[in-house]
């Protein structure tokens, strides 16, 4: 028998299922990490669901939340902001990957990115943290269109991006979750392996805007600019000036055609092929994501 419960205590609230795993899910309230919470649940694992506003308070930047975020947990699921290759990812993340063995952890998952050579030291960390370790490369989110910082380009109708004509295999958040959970609960099956997750499709960033558009029943343009220029921007926007030449330097080179591939990762792990980015369009536009 499943039960399920709310244990809230001064520090935190964790849902707990008796089913036997507990898993710390960091970036918990983000794009990914929502779906491995919910993938996670379904599975019958007992989720701590972190971040700085989660129910349970986790903070990359603040050590002192580290223990007790990792209070009971056997696993952890790790996603690092504001970017996996960001300058100190693989300091910080192999610090708390090791604190994290040393409480008790065994099981580790890293959600990384495809041909992003900024994030092999961090990558490495975990690898060398002594835990089972499973990396998920995964590709270019179709969430990015749906949520966070580019909806509001997305409902204004014109998405303006450094990504040229590139062509990208957009993945489902869904399926990161559901192989983040696979690879858990999957025995060794997983451990030990980096993992190349992307969608079934290849498509231009103006290929995935007309998609949208056609789904939403609006126009909606795609306005590729520079990287350099998409920086300024970001600069213009508050971003802090290392942050802005971090990601020029991610979108000159993760935008450069390296990921114009699929590959088979999500039909490996999940034994089906990887949700298609109508599928992900059509429901986004029904649920009304892209209403003006
Ligand atoms: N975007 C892509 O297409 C893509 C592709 C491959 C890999 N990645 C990697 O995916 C990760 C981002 O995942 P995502 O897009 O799911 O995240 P997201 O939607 O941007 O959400 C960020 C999550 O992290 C939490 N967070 C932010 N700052 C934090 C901090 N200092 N300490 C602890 N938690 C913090 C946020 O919650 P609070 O605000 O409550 O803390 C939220 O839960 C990055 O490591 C990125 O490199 C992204």
Known sequence: MTTNTENTTAEHTTRTTDTGMTVLVTGATGRVGRRVVESAEAAGLTVRAASRSGTVRFDWTDPSTWAGALRGADAAHLAYLPDVGAPGAAGTVGAFAREAVAAGVRRL????????????????????????????????????????????????????????????????????????????????????????????????????????AAAAGREMTYVPVSAREYGAALAGFGVPAEEVEFLIELFETNLDGRNARCSDGVREVLGRDPRDFADFAGEQAAAGTWKC
């Open 109 to 212: 998952t890293l959600l990384s990115a495809r041909g992003e050579d900024q994030a092999h030291a961090t990558e490495r960390a975990v690898r060398d943290s002594g835990a089972e370790w499973t990396v998920v490369r995964a590709s270019w989110f179709a969430q990015n269109l749906s949520e966070g910082p580019l909806l509001d380009a997305m409902r204004g109708g014109e998405l303006v991006f450094p990504a040229g004509e590139v062509l990208e295999p957009f993945i489902d958040a869904r399926d990161i979750g559901d192989v983040v959970v696979a690879a858990l609960t999957g025995g060794d099956r997983f451990t030990g392996r980096t993992l190349d997750l992307t969608g079934p499709r290849l498509l231009s960033f103006r290929q995935a805007v007309a998609e949208v």
